[in-house]
């Protein structure tokens, strides 16, 4: 039978073993690695070029499309107020010539919203079509976003795909 003083040195043995089994693994030069750099994300749009599932002509039809949409819906006719403004009430925003501004941002959305509108004609009034578009170009999601079931992802993103092939030959075709 072991006596107590043999325990300990087993016991003392053994703590002295695993101290050095850490310390070991601990000093070994682990390779360092390179701090995490910022994950900047994709639009859909841009994550369905960079897969080669649209052109770049498409890719710069729907982000002229995802233009207009946000420039549609943009709430009142001015433009992005200041502090800087020199009306006399700094932070108050309202700008200095506030007539001639606010024309030019109604006249600006209004392109916005007839162009959209002759984009759209274009597309057929089809809701599927435009419903895409909308979704992937003007909100930046992606299809994945949208359901989660495969196939229905990869409808959207086929009726984006001919959306967008409409769309380019609509801005590319000479005036009449």
Not at 69 to 87: F, H, M, N, P
Not at 104 to 117: D, F, H
């Amino acid at each position: 039978m072991a006596s107590v003083a043999d325990k300990r040195r087993a016991h003392r043995a053994r703590t002295i073993s695993l101290a050095r089994t850490t310390l070991s693994e601990a000093t070994r030069s682990a390779p360092r690695s390179r701090p995490a750099a910022a994950k900047l994300t994709q639009t859909g749009l841009e994550w369905l070029r960079s897969k080669g599932r649209i052109s770049n002509g498409e890719f710069q039809a729907g982000l002229r499309y995802g233009s207009l949409v946000r420039i549609s819906l943009l709430e009142g006719d001015a433009l992005i107020k200041s502090c800087l403004d020199t009306d006399g009430v700094r932070g108050t925003g309202t700008p200095t010539f506030p007539g001639k501004i606010d024309a030019t941002a109604a006249a600006w959305k209004l392109e916005a919203i007839q162009e959209l509108g002759a984009a759209r004609a274009a597309l057929g009034f089809h809701a599927g079509m435009i419903a895409a578009c909308d979704v992937i170009c003007g909100r930046g999601d992606k299809a994945r976003d949208v359901t989660t079931v495969q196939r229905e992802a990869e409808e959207i993103e086929n009726g984006l795909r001919i959306a967008l092939q409409i769309l380019v030959q609509h801005w590319t075709k000479p005036p009449r």
